[in-house]
């Protein structure tokens, strides 16, 4: 048989009115999809998912707001999209669909992704037929009000049917401008979780373990935008885990909004997660397992042993503190009192040896006095924290907090404790570094490091950065002149010099990829005339 390429793909789809729900429509007679290559003798049946297009232009450009669960959520439209007959590109001005995945955790969110739109409204000035889609979060709160503010929008799907991009960008190229929200996914399966995904590196993978929150912290919009807790099957997730193990993967990092109650809807009663994290250790070839973020009310000791015990769980935990004032806490509903709080770090601290803690505070949550403010500081300097992730209050529309104007800080009140709040937590950060210099040290290399360079006899090779096992990064220089740490291998490591968010270390041995530990990478050095 000749092989001939194929000269264009079409998507045809026979489709009724309705494709609501996922399905097709309801009246009709079952539809096929077929991708029909030109040239060619068969018509290969698509995935029931797949939807119908004339595809004018496939190249989609993603661009991604927020956390790590949009990160993944990017992945898997990625996945998606290619396996659709699109082809994702690095380049905005090549991209004849636009997909921006976003988030409304913060203020500057909205601020973000208005501004992106706008850049995005003269594009579409010069190139009529791009199509914008607009999907996530804020998507999902804001739903037909984002195309009031920006009607060059096509597409604004929500959190629940990212699924449907494909079919959504169909209607919208063949009706005009779609919008499609649901309230809440479509039964107890997570339908995005069964996409497929193309992930950015092939060492380490996130693995989405839980959707949506059952908590009612006053500050955050996600229980309405992500719904309320849905564990993934237990077995379902160790299946990924081994897959991505098996094409290569040494580094998982499982997601939810509170990993530490995962199973809790499986049992009716009891968490799972420390099974969960016993289970992944018992997977060879991952070398590597963390987590986030784990909620300090749910903090189990059986999880706290879990992570003590099983050798490839890192001695790494994010515990998010959000104010060290009970009084604030109550108001955020929280759940936890400081002094809770802080005899679990350090239960965790006896039981984890050299274990690495970060943290997330909010500066000027509102009716935050002096008082609750140096409450904050005392319990930052009893923890010790390794990193802390400091933000200023900001009101999100729908959220209890948001209602409480009449106790706002003034803004030049808050400026001033955060810029305090900052420098004990940078100066923390800075102690906990140094004290690792000298120490020899395991780094997982992720990749080049651009901004380190070394010029030798009119070229130059580029470091590699990793992160430790308390996911400390660390900056790497090769022994080798002329070559860089793969992506992917580990590095012993002697940590040389220290900042407060990062290390610098000297290469003793590399493992990890035999001979593929090691890449060239010499580059010309550029003319600086
Ligand atoms: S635990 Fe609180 S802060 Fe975290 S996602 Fe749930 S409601 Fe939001």
Redesign the pocket.
Known sequence: MTHLSPVAVYRVFVDGSSDQGGGRGSHLSPVAVYRVFVGQASCTPSSPRTSSLFIVGNKVFIRTFGCQMNEHDSERLTGLLESDGYETTPLLEEADVVVLNTCCIRENADNKLYGALGQLKSLKKHKPDLKIAVGGCLAQKDGDRLRERADHVDVVFGTHNLHRLSVLLDRANLHGPVTEIWAGPDGKAIPALSLPKRSKKTHSAWITIQRG?N???S??I??QVRGREISRPFEEILQEVADRAAAGVVEVTLLG??VNSYGRDLTGRKPLFAELLKAIGEIEEIKRVRFT?P?PKDLRLETIDAIAETANVCEQLHL?LQSGSNRILAAMRRGYTAERYLERLDIARRRIDDLAVTTDIIVGFPGETEGDFEDTLAVVAEAGYDSAYTFIFSPRPGTRAAEMQDRFIPPDVVADRFNRLLAVTERSALEKNRSRIGRIEEVLVDGPDKKLRVQHEGLYSLGSVGRTRQGKLVHLMSSVPGTTVAAGAFATVRNIDAGPHHLQGEILSVAGKGERSLIKSTYPVPDER
């Open positions: 929150c908590n009612s912290c500050f955050c996600v229980p909004q509170n973020s909620h998010p």
